[in-house]
């Protein structure tokens, strides 16, 4: 009975793993909270349907991003390790995400529309980990001294 038991567990184990869910990178953090399997699986489910279209399906960002379009405006930047969002405290990267640029940035016009009426703080911190679960380590090791860093941040 608890072979039984121990195997629909592995099962279960097994199965969830290969919808999508991953091992968090040791020690990896958000916010100052440990990231879970289940919630990088559920950030990436809320870049896909939000933030995709815009950043790229591979978080490679818009062609040219470092270039102004002919509105004036940024297009929107990669969030893989070649952009500059691992240059940014999760406090700001929350922020940014649920105010918009403009909300943290007075002024400042951006394509970037604010989340805080479309997504929950967790699912904004889950699409947080799901990026940060893809920088290599040299990238997370960065972001995490400028999180430390940063006052009032993690």
Known sequence: MA?????????????AWGAGM???????????????????????????????SCHGANLEGQPDWMRRL????????PHDESGHTWHHSDQDLFAITKLGVG??????????????????DDEIAAVLAFVKSTWPERQRGFQAQVTANDEGGS
């Open 70 to 77: 002919d509105n004036g405006r940024m297009p929107a930047p």
């Open 3 to 15: 072979t039984a038991g121990l195997a629909a567990i592995a099962m279960a184990v097994a199965v």
């Open 22 to 52: 991953q091992a968090p990178p040791d020690g990896l953090t958000v916010l100052g909270r440990p990231v879970t399997g289940e919630q990088i699986a559920r950030g990436r489910e809320v870049y896909a349907q939000n933030c995709a």
């Open 103 to 120: 909300g943290v940035v007075p002024g400042y016009e951006s394509d970037m529309p604010a989340f805080a009426e479309i997504l929950s």
